[in-house]
C-alpha cells in the first residue's frame, strides 16, 4: 500500500490515476461541489483523509467526469469508487472493455441510489447489492437540536442527568490544537471497547483522524469539544455536504460519564443548526449492532441506499 501512494500515478482500467493529495483540494473540490453527494465519503476531506490508509485514488477522464478508485483486500486488487460528474457513454463502454482484462471481477463501491438511478445504461453492466451498512442516516437538524415530545424523552433525561453529575461541563469550538486530545479520546473509547492497540481498523481510522485535525482549517472542517472540568471527555467533527447538509464525520465521547453521548450529539446538532443547516448526516453504522441501534434510537428522516455493483460476467461491449 504504501508503495503504491508513494508512485506518481497507477495505470488502472486504461487512465492514470494518481493519490489524493492536498494540492488536489481545488480541483477536486470543484467537481464535488458542482456534483453535491448525498453520501457523506464523498467530500474532499473525507476523500484525502482516508486517501492513504485506503488508497484512494482519482482521474479525470472527461471534463465532466471524474473517477475515483481505491485497493481493497491483499491480492493487489484495485476497484472504482463511485464516478462524481456525467461520464460519456465512450468513457462507460471504455471503461467496460477494460475491466473484461482484469483477473478479478470489478467491482463499484459505495454507490448511492441516485447514480443508479441517473446511469441506468452503465448500471446495468453491473450486478446492483444493497449495503445496508453503509445507508446514511439522515436527521432533521432540528430534531437533534432540539430532541421534540416523547420520542426524545430518554435522549433529554439522560442529558439532564449529564448536567446534574458534571455541572462544571462546558461545550467549546474545535480547532486544529485539540488534536492530541481528539485522539485521546478516541483511543479510550475505542479501548474501553475491547480494541486492542494494534487493531488494524483503529490505526487505520486513527491515521484519519491526525490527518483531519493536522490540516483542520484547510479542509474546512468545524466540530466542537465538551470538557468536565479542564479534561476533554467528547468531540465531534463536521463540515459542509451541501447546501443544506452538514455531514458528522466523528462523534466520540467516554463511555463513563452517563449522557455525554446524547450530550455530545445535543450540542453538535444546535451548532450546525444554527450554521443554518437543514439535515444532518450521521453517517452510516458499518452493520454493528450497537452503532445501528444508536443511530435507530433518534428516528432518522431517512435511510439513504448505498450500493455495491460487480461487473456481470456476460457483459457486452459496445
Known amino acids: 500500500m504504501n508503495s503504491e501512494m508513494q508512485n506518481a500515478a497507477t495505470l488502472f482500467l486504461g487512465h492514470h490515476f494518481q493519490p489524493i493529495r492536498l494540492e488536489h483540494q481545488g480541483l477536486l473540490q470543484d467537481y464535488l461541489r458542482r456534483y453535491p453527494q448525498r453520501v457523506s465519503g464523498y467530500s474532499f476531506a473525507s ?98 437540536a432540539e430532541l421534540p415530545g416523547g420520542n426524545y424523552a430518554k435522549k433529554r433525561n439522560l442529558i439532564a442527568q449529564f448536567v446534574a453529575l458534571y455541572p462544571d ?7 486544529a490544537r485539540c488534536g492530541a486530545h481528539c485522539r485521546d479520546v478516541l483511543l479510550a473509547v475505542a479501548h474501553g471497547d475491547g480494541s486492542h492497540p494494534d487493531d488494524p481498523s483503529l490505526r487505520v481510522e486513527l491515521r484519519a483522524l491526525d490527518f483531519a485535525m493536522e490540516n483542520f482549517d484547510v479542509l474546512e472542517q468545524s466540530g466542537i469539544m465538551i470538557r468536565v472540568g479542564d479534561r476533554p471527555v467528547a468531540f465531534s467533527i463536521f463540515e459542509r455536504q451541501n447546501a443544506d447538509t452538514a ?13 455525554l453521548y446524547q450530550m455530545v450529539n445535543r450540542e453538535t446538532a444546535r451548532v450546525i443548526r444554527a450554521a443554518g443547516y437543514h439535515l444532518i448526516n450521521r453517517e452510516e453504522d458499518l452493520d454493528r449492532p450497537g452503532l445501528r441501534q444508536a443511530k435507530l434510537s433518534y428516528f432518522p428522516l431517512e435511510m439513504y441506499p448505498v450500493f455495491d455493483l460487480t461487473l456481470n460476467d456476460a457483459t457486452a461491449v459496445t
Open 169 to 175: 461541563w462546558e461545550a467549546v469550538p474545535l480547532d
Open 247 to 259: 455531514v458528522v464525520h466523528y462523534e466520540k465521547a467516554l463511555r463513563d460519564f452517563k449522557g
Open 47 to 144: 476523500l484525502a483523509a482516508w486517501a492513504e490508509p485506503l488508497g484512494v485514488m482519482w482521474s479525470r477522464v472527461a471534463p465532466e467526469c471524474l473517477l475515483l478508485s481505491r485497493a481493497l483486500g491483499d491480492a493487489g486488487e484495485r476497484h472504482l469508487l463511485q464516478p462524481i460528474g456525467q461520464p460519456t457513454a465512450a468513457c462507460c463502454s471504455g471503461l467496460v472493455a477494460e475491466a473484461t482484462t482484469l483477473p478479478y471481477r470489478l467491482k463499484m463501491l459505495y454507490v448511492a441510489k441516485s447514480y443508479l438511478e441517473q446511469n441506468a445504461a452503465f448500471c446495468a453492466r453491473f450486478s446492483p447489492e444493497e449495503d445496508r451498512g453503509s445507508a446514511n442516516y439522515i436527521y432533521l437538524a432540528r430534531d437533534l
